[in-house]
């Protein structure tokens, strides 16, 4: 059973426009949630992470929204650019045990034409 | 500036050989991670652990065993490998909860 779903394999737009990736979750311990990006060939990076106590975080270009009610995330790129051509993979963590657990999703491709 | 460190970077093992994959981190990081990703999929979490000594199961942990006895070192033993390991490695580390994990750059196991 997915815990963290990604329902959306690829995304594709245009540069300098909104990109939007969707991400759901079933597990409501979970306490915090992440977004990573990944380049073929290379481990994944952090880009941005929310407390299950906030509805939004912001950095830069970069925006995540959390509502709970509807176990929903999103990450918003404004504006979008060629370099932000990658697979992005949305996290859940914080339960568990030791609470330690950090569950991914399968990823999202996310394609930015110039 | 290493971060974290995984050896090998590739392999290729014979089904039913034994292997240990190698992660070392100097971020003085508490939590530790072994994630694998198969082609097409996501990451799915191995074992974890969050302190020397402590370790835990993630979603896959089967087939697999881990121990911490450093704050530094986080090894991931096959003990027979199977064809389904094969499979591309991820080692991590975080210094807590809320704060981001630090990848390797991975181990391409494949066994044959």
């Known amino acids: ?114 | 500036n290493a971060g974290v460190t995984q050896t090998p970077k590739f392999r290729i093992l014979k089904i039913g050989q034994s292997m240990t994959l190698q992660c070392t981190q100097d971020m003085n990081h508490n939590y530790m991670y072994w994630y694998r990703q198969d082609p097409g999929m996501g990451l799915k979490l191995i074992y974890y652990s969050v302190g020397a000594g402590i370790t835990d199961k993630g979603e896959v942990p089967n087939g697999y065993n881990v121990s911490r006895s450093t704050t530094e070192d986080f090894p991931l033993r096959l003990e027979l490998a199977a064809p389904s390991q094969t499979s591309v490695y991820f080692c991590a580390s975080a210094g807590g909860r809320l704060t981001e994990a630090f990848f390797g750059q991975g181990t391409r196991l494949t066994v044959v």
């Not at chain 1, 979750?25 to 990076?45: H, I, Q, R």
């Not at chain 1, 939004?56 to 176990?71: H, I, M, P, Q, Y």
């Not at chain 1, 949305?90 to 394609?111: D, P, V």
């Open chain 1, 1 to 114: 059973d997915q815990q963290v779903k990604q329902n959306s394999p690829s995304l594709s737009v245009q540069e300098g426009r909104i990109s939007i990736l969707n991400c759901d979750y079933t597990n409501s311990m979970f306490d915090y949630f992440l977004w990573y990006k990944k380049y073929p060939a290379e481990g994944p990076t952090f880009l941005i992470s929310i407390s299950s106590i906030k509805d939004k975080n912001e950095d830069g270009r970069f925006t995540v929204f959390l509502n709970k009610s509807a176990k929903h995330l999103s990450l918003h790129i404004v504006p979008s650019q060629p370099g932000d051509s990658a697979v992005y993979f949305c996290a859940g963590g914080g339960y568990g045990g030791s609470q330690g657990n950090l569950i991914f999703g399968k990823g999202t491709k996310l394609s930015v034409k110039p």
